[in-house]
T-cell receptor
Framework: DAKTTQPTSMDCAEGRAANLPCNHSTISGNEYVYWYRQIHSQGPQYIIHGLKNNETNEMASLIITEDRKSSTLILPHATLRDTAVYYCIVREVSGTYKYIFGTGTRLKVLA | NAGVTQTPKFQVLKTGQSMTLQCAQDMNHNSMYWYRQDPGMGLRLIYYSASEGTTDKGEVPNGYNVSRLNKREFSLRLESAAPSQTSVYFC????????FGPGTRLTVT
């Protein structure tokens, strides 16, 4: 079973920040939080990951709570091309890097 | 640098037929994976290979076999296809984050 819980769907106005929450209350100290997205029926695309500090790259920012039980992916200026299903995944720091995908959050960016 | 490639892109099989889905990566990754995705669902791990010469079962391995032919290639075989195996199949490779191929859309009638 997936170790993460995400809302089924969200809408966001184009140009506004999209904030996608994820609950991972059973996360352990040796697990990263990873975010991927899947546009239409393409293969999932890596976005960002973090262990305990907040992270930012050219695509998004990741905010992880101090207790690490939840996180938020932030797309700072959402565009129509960001419409996709977003998956939050926890993954062990070492080992075989197996992922458990849940059903994700379907983000719709509105014009 | 093509990343992860999969062949074929589409396939229709009759119940009981066999086929092999091919996957190759040119990123020198150690780990490779096979997932299936049913309509409206997330991806489910079928098999994975942590390194060349090793394979392990994932969440839904029944009805499938895999071969890690070398570091680049990881194939998935359906020995006797069933309608329940109608799905989109994704291959991925990784060192840390996973890189996914474009998928194979399989229909079993």
């Amino acid at each position: 079973d997936a170790k993460t819980t995400q809302p089924t769907s969200m809408d966001c106005a184009e140009g506004r920040a999209a904030n996608l929450p994820c609950n991972h209350s059973t996360i352990s100290g040796n697990e990263y939080v990873y975010w991927y997205r899947q546009i239409h029926s393409q293969g999932p695309q890596y976005i960002i990951h973090g262990l305990k500090n907040n992270e930012t790259n050219e695509m998004a920012s990741l905010i992880i709570t101090e207790d690490r039980k939840s996180s938020t992916l932030i797309l700072p200026h959402a565009t129509l091309r960001d419409t996709a299903v977003y998956y939050c995944i926890v993954r062990e720091v070492s080992g075989t890097y197996k992922y458990i995908f849940g059903t994700g959050t379907r983000l719709k960016v509105l014009a | 640098n093509a990343g992860v490639t999969q062949t074929p892109k589409f396939q229709v099989l009759k119940t009981g037929q066999s086929m092999t889905l091919q996957c190759a990566q040119d990123m020198n990754h150690n780990s490779m994976y096979w997932y299936r995705q049913d309509p409206g669902m997330g991806l489910r791990l079928i098999y994975y290979s942590a390194s060349e010469g090793t394979t392990d079962k994932g969440e839904v391995p029944n009805g499938y076999n895999v071969s890690r032919l070398n570091k680049r290639e990881f194939s998935l075989r359906l020995e006797s296809a069933a309608p329940s195996q109608t799905s989109v199949y994704f291959c991925a490779s990784s060192i840390y984050e996973q890189y996914f191929g474009p998928g194979t859309r399989l229909t079993v009638t």
